[in-house]
């Protein structure tokens, strides 16, 4: 019988620590001066909880990961994983989110806009078996940006909820908002049908759901970051434009090839502003064109450069090596688009169709040879 005991109690000590119920994921990128104060915070407002925060780091230049591991080692509560040669908010939240075994996973920035206060309340919603995810709104009565957002970024997430809802059929009042709780086999679900490219993952997981998550909505302060940078760069604007064409197609195309072309669709006004000067200047016609189109690809090399691969961005000489590659891509697409089209074109009444067949043809090489050469995975 003794011997039966201690078995017992051996087997008992190498299960460790309860299990975690619930899991924040804590997607981050030169955050290391928030982490220490939000894991501070997540000990005050989860009291009685059993919890994990699981830092994901996109390989933090001022040494997120190293503050976070150093927290790590004295508190088994906090887990790091680090990314290399991966970026993107959406893509850390969903390899955090995989990474739990907690049956509730909640979602916050770590640069301390979102009220830690609000999750217990989120799980306590969840918990009740009244929802599937529990959002942490801005747009409901009660919620407000507060001092967190300029006027003009105030402005862009109102225009962008609009034009999600209106898109996409989302019923969220607040479909931007970053702050969210989970099921997580719910999400687990989803997980393949998601993009891990762009920055609106809650977007991502509602639209890819088709109306299928029981949702709740409740009022949050988004307040003023104390701390770094915000990531929310202008950029980032043609990043959700993507996120919601390749949602409303039905993924038909990746968010990636349509960011390509949206740049693409840029450098078209890039080209003919460029002309314009050319021409003004005096330049022959064939010489402006020319001038013109090495403009154009210059402009889309450094926006897919930072928006469109970012994850794999090129920086010193690796980008010179890159922006030469793009121009020798891009005068093959240019071939590809004009060899297409003459081989449709035998009728003039079909000059748009075999121009629009050249075209795509041409989008779709330079896509394919700029992935595959210009950024391709190291």
């Not at 959002?135 to 407000?144: E, F, L």
Request: aromatic share 8%; hydrophobic share 50%.
């Amino acid at each position: 019988m003794a011997d039966g005991n201690a078995g017992e109690v051996g087997a008992e000590a190498l299960k460790g620590p309860k299990a975690a119920e619930l899991s924040v994921i804590l997607p981050s990128f030169n955050e290391a001066a928030n982490i220490p104060i939000l894991i501070g915070l997540l000990d005050e407002a989860l009291a009685g909880i059993a919890w994990e925060a699981i830092v994901v780091d996109d390989n933090s230049p001022d040494g997120t990961t190293e503050v976070a591991r150093e927290i790590a080692r004295t508190d088994a509560r906090v887990r790091v994983i680090r990314r290399i040669g991966r970026r993107g908010l959406s893509g850390a939240c969903i390899e955090g989110i995989l990474a739990s075994s907690a049956p509730f996973v909640a979602v916050m920035d770590a640069d301390l806009q979102h009220d830690e206060t609000m999750l217990p309340k989120m799980l306590a919603a969840l918990k009740a078996d009244e929802t599937d995810l529990v959002v942490a709104s801005r747009k409901v009565d009660g919620g407000t940006i507060g001092e967190g957002l300029s006027s003009f970024r105030a402005w862009g997430s109102n225009l962008a909820n609009g034009l999600a809802q209106k898109l996409l059929n989302v019923t969220l009042k607040d479909p931007m908002s970053g702050f969210f709780m989970i099921r997580r086999d719910k999400a687990e679900a989803l997980a393949p049908k998601l993009s891990p490219q762009g920055f609106k993952i809650l977007l991502d997981l509602v639209s890819s759901a088709g109306g299928t998550l029981k949702i709740k909505e409740l009022p949050f302060t988004f307040r003023e970051r104390q701390h770094g940078e915000s990531k929310l760069d202008t950029l980032v604007t043609l990043d959700y434009f993507g996120l919601l064409l390749a949602k409303y197609f039905g993924n038909i195309v990746s968010v990636r090839f349509l960011m390509f072309g949206l740049v693409g669709a840029s450098g078209l006004f890039v080209h003919l502003a460029a002309l314009r000067v050319f021409l003004l200047s005096d330049m022959e016609f064939n010489l402006a064109q020319t001038a013109a189109s090495f403009v154009a690809m210059t402009s889309n090399f450094f926006l897919n450069n930072q928006l469109t691969y970012r994850d794999r961005r090129l920086n010193g000489m690796r980008a010179l090596v890159g922006l030469l590659t793009f121009y020798a891509v891009c005068s093959v697409g240019v071939l590809a688009n004009v060899g297409v089209a003459n081989l449709i074109y035998a009728d003039p009444s079909y000059w748009w169709f075999a121009g629009t067949a050249g075209a795509i043809m041409g989008a779709v090489w330079n896509y394919a040879a700029s992935s595959a050469l210009t950024w391709r995975k190291s």
